[in-house]
């Protein structure tokens, strides 16, 4: 279960969390995740893309919706 660092792309502020293959369909790529910053100040969430080694590719400020059809899972940021 890699951790990873990275910033919220609302408020810029450093974010952590946990990510696991199960987490993302392996079969697309870059593979949409949505990540809930727990945030008292923010509380938003946001689309972030996976490359297969999780990697982040790039990340959008709402929730996308899936091209593939399959639910995208939801991450809670680590406090």
């Known amino acids: 279960m890699p951790l990873k660092f990275n910033t ?4 810029n ?3 952590s969390f946990k990510i696991e293959m ?3 369909d392996p079969s697309h ?4 995740v949505y990540i809930h910053h727990k ?3 923010c509380n938003k969430f946001s689309t972030f893309y996976f ?8 990340k959008e400020l709402e929730k ?8 995208i899972k939801t991450i ?4």
């Open 76 to 79: 809670k940021t680590i406090q």
């Open 29 to 32: 790529y870059p593979a949409p």
């Open 51 to 58: 490359d297969s080694k999780f990697r982040v590719s790039y």
């Open 64 to 71: 996308k919706k899936s091209l593939t059809g399959r639910e």
């Open 13 to 15: 502020k450093k974010i």
């Open 39 to 41: 945030d008292e100040s």
């Open 8 to 11: 919220c792309p609302h408020c």
């Open 22 to 24: 199960d987490d993302f």
